[in-house]
């Protein structure tokens, strides 16, 4: 299982990487390998508000459909349009074409009570 170091993680399966004040947000492997193959991603608009720990958006396998959960609060500052027409990148690089969206961070500090890789790891083994 990929947990790449330079992200922080939720227990809900979600990652962040921060850049400076923005975030860019997405799905983890180990998510994405529960989910099975993805085929369709909502995500919230540009320009729209996401608050830790609230539903942003949702994501649909040919499994089950799972909520979306903001690991940060912000403004919306991109989308990742190519999931329109091929949400099967959550799926085949949920650490790089995969990512969902990226936010303009309301409150950088959110980032400390999210989990390091180390801990999210140590959740998955509970998990599975």
Request: aromatic share 6%; charged share 25%; net charge negative.
């Amino acid at each position: 299982m990929e947990v790449p170091k330079d992200l922080r993680y939720t227990m809900e399966h979600e990652w962040v990487r921060v850049n400076g004040s923005k975030g860019v947000i997405g799905i983890t492997h180990f998510a994405q390998d529960q989910l099975g193959d993805v085929v369709f991603v909502e995500m919230p608009a540009p320009d729209s508000q996401v608050t830790k720990e609230n539903t942003m958006g949702v994501v649909e396998s040919v499994k089950t459909v799972s909520d979306l959960y903001a690991p940060a609060s912000g403004k919306v500052i991109a989308v990742n349009t190519d999931l329109e027409t091929q949400p099967e990148l959550v799926n085949s690089e949920p650490y790089g074409k995969g990512w969902i969206i990226e936010i303009e961070l309301s409150d950088p500090k959110e980032m400390e009570s999210l989990l390091t890789p180390e801990q999210y790891i140590e959740q998955c083994e509970k998990e599975h």
